[in-house]
Every structure is written in structure tokens, then in C-alpha cells.
Nanobody
Framework: QVQLVESGGGLVQAGGSLRLSCAAS????????MGWYRQAPGPQRELVAT???????NYADSVKGRFTISRDNAKNTVYLQMNSLKPEDTAVYYC???????????????WGQGTQVTVSS
């Protein structure tokens, strides 16, 4: 039993900042890649940023230079610091983690339920 819980979303004016957190809990053996994805109204869900267990990072061009992804392996938590927010950043943000459960012994992708980020202007 593994779950991811996001927090930190909310309403902010353009140019403002938010910090999202996503904590994994349960019978975790190890966590490989973690990432943040977002979904605006519609079927698409796009990658925002990813970070490996070794803390290598990758960002979508649309957020590069504004967002920073980080992780605390001791806390099984991934963060997304969002600065200089724009209205087009408005979306539901989901965290994802590739986790090996102590019970299952294999890696599987887990998703949080999402947190709403709304940027007004």
C-alpha cells in the first residue's frame, strides 16, 4: 500500500510563487524517478519536471528557468518550487513516483490525486 499526497496548491496572482509538495508513504522499498505533471481542462496531461534518484532534473521548456524540482529522499518527498507564475500555468498538478513496494518487489508508477493551481491576472 503506497500513496502519494500533494499539497501546496492554491490561488495566486501572476508573478507570484507557490511551492508544491508530494509525500509518498506506505511500504516503500525504494523510489526511482519522481516528477510533476499538469493537466489543464481537456484530456492532455503534460510533463512539467522530473528528477531521478540521483537528482538529475529535466524541465518542460515552458517552465524552464521558473520552476525548480527537488526531492528529499529521507522524507520520500518531491517538491516543485514555482516562481514567476503565469495564467497559463493554471492546471491541476499531479505528482508521480516510480516506487518499489516492499510487498510487491517491483517498480510501479504511482500518482497523486492532484492539487489545483490557479494563476489569476
Amino acid at each position: 500500500q503506497v500513496q502519494l499526497v500533494e499539497s501546496g496548491g492554491g490561488l495566486v496572482q501572476a508573478g507570484g510563487s507557490l511551492r508544491l509538495s508530494c509525500a509518498a508513504s506506505g511500504s516503500i522499498s525504494s523510489i526511482n524517478d519522481m516528477g510533476w505533471y499538469r493537466q489543464a481542462p481537456g484530456p492532455q496531461r503534460e510533463l512539467v519536471a522530473t528528477i531521478t534518484s540521483g537528482r538529475w532534473t529535466n524541465y518542460a521548456d515552458s517552465v524552464k528557468g521558473r520552476f525548480t524540482i527537488s526531492r528529499d529522499n529521507a522524507k520520500n518527498t518531491v517538491y516543485l518550487q514555482m516562481n514567476s507564475l503565469k495564467p497559463e500555468d493554471t492546471a491541476v498538478y499531479y505528482c508521480k513516483a516510480e516506487i518499489r513496494s516492499r510487498l510487491a518487489g517491483v517498480f510501479a508508477n504511482y500518482w497523486g490525486q492532484g492539487t489545483q493551481v490557479t494563476v489569476s491576472s
